[in-house]
Nanobody, 124 residues
Framework: QVQLVESGGGLVQAGGSLRLSCAASGRTFSVYAMGWFRQAPGKGREVVAAISWSDIRTVYADSVKGRFTISRDRATNTVYLQMNSLQPEDTAVYYC?????????????????WGQGTQVTVSS
């Protein structure tokens, strides 16, 4: 069992940056693939980025490549999403997710564990 708690969302102007954090609990954190999803008003949930359990592989949605970076700190059981050059279209609720299998995060988008979400709003 894995529990996930996101933080770091907020309001930022276009062109600004935010770093989202996801604190994970559970002794098997180190063997879980982790990911970030987002859901904008009136739209479906989309995967933004994912990182394999070994941290060797990272994947990104085309819309965020070159602007967002996913990383993991095993010492603190925390996954981060560094978001730079934010645009109004990045406005959404961002969710942390975890699964023992990478493919459930990417490309299948149906991981077993979810956080509660954190709001990111980018003003123009």
């Amino acid at each position: 069992q894995v529990q996930l708690v996101e933080s770091g969302g907020g309001l930022v102007q276009a062109g600004g940056s935010l770093r989202l954090s996801c604190a994970a609990s559970g002794r098997t954190f180190s063997v879980y693939a982790m990911g970030w999803f987002r859901q904008a008003p009136g739209k479906g949930r989309e995967v933004v980025a994912a990182i394999s359990w070994s941290d060797i592989r990272t994947v990104y949605a085309d819309s965020v490549k070159g602007r967002f970076t996913i990383s993991r700190d095993r010492a603190t059981n925390t996954v981060y999403l560094q978001m730079n050059s934010l645009q109004p279209e990045d406005t959404a609720v961002y969710y942390c997710a975890a699964d023992s299998r990478m493919e459930r995060l990417w490309p299948n988008r149906n991981p077993n564990y979810w956080g509660q979400g954190t709001q990111v709003t980018v003003s123009s």
